[in-house]
T-cell receptor
Framework: EDQVTQSPEALRLQEGESSSLNCSYTVSGLRGLFWYRQDPGKGPEFLFT???AGEEKEKERLKATLTKKESFLHITAPKPEDSATYLCAVQVQGAQKLVFGQGTRLTINP | NAGVTQTPKFQVLKTGQSMTLQCAQD?????MYWYRQDPGMGLRLIYY???????DKGEVPNGYNVSRLNKREFSLRLESAAPSQTSVYFCASTLHSATNEKLFFGSGTQLSVL
């Protein structure tokens, strides 16, 4: 069964304190791995797509990386506005839908 | 630039009542989806429509029906609501489900079934 697990469930950081969020996956064949950001009361918003092991993508203070078994979302010198829930999802080969992890709730204290 | 629009934003139902959640997108996307989001369980796919005229079951289809009314609109119907259907519902769309296209989400419908 295709499975996506995110850790930790919740993470509190001080402003400027860098860290990483983890997304581990077990799928029959990976077509793509997606990261989304979700603010309270809103729908998820797309951040990155990664397609193959070794690939990296960056956007402002966020960098996403991919290996054959997991993806990391690195956040460098975060600011309070980076507080949100970060969702990871995978698209499996031959499937037309995404499988989501349960998310990591990130809080950045000023 | 509306994107994906869902109505209503909030709804309270009594057990056994029926209702339809509406979703429309203005991006000329082919594929549309209905997800539910529950605490600690992530987003789970209820139904999807890869293209106009087709619909398929997702992970948790029981108790729901869908209609792809046209290319723009995809509705979700609860025929006889149950407390287990209390959740936040999201509609999403993408250009083509078969390719690695990102999903665009609506802002959600918070549904409580008493």
């Amino acid at each position: 069964e295709d499975q996506v697990t995110q850790s930790p469930e919740a993470l509190r950081l001080q402003e400027g304190e860098s860290s990483s969020l983890n997304c581990s996956y077990t799928v029959s064949g990976l077509r793509g791995l997606f990261w989304y950001r979700q603010d309270p009361g809103k729908g998820p918003e797309f951040l990155f797509t990664l397609y193959s092991a070794g690939e990296e993508k960056e956007k402002e203070r966020l960098k996403a990386t991919l290996t054959k078994k997991e993806s990391f979302l690195h956040i460098t010198a975060p600011k309070p506005e980076d507080s949100a829930t970060y969702l990871c999802a995978v698209q499996v080969q031959g499937a037309q839908k995404l499988v989501f992890g349960q998310g990591t709730r990130l809080t950045i204290n000023p | 630039n509306a994107g994906v629009t869902q109505t209503p934003k909030f709804q309270v139902l009594k057990t056994g009542q029926s209702m339809t959640l509406q979703c429309a997108q203005d991006m000329n996307h082919n594929s549309m989806y209905w997800y539910r989001q529950d605490p600690g369980m992530g987003l789970r796919l209820i139904y999807y429509s890869a293209s106009e005229g087709t619909t398929d079951k997702g992970e948790v289809p029981n108790g729901y029906n869908v209609s792809r009314l046209n290319k723009r609109e995809f509705s979700l119907r609860l025929e006889s609501a149950a407390p287990s259907q209390t959740s936040v519902y999201f509609c999403a769309s993408t250009l083509h489900s078969a390719t690695n296209e990102k999903l665009f989400f609506g802002s959600g419908t918070q549904l409580s079934v008493l």
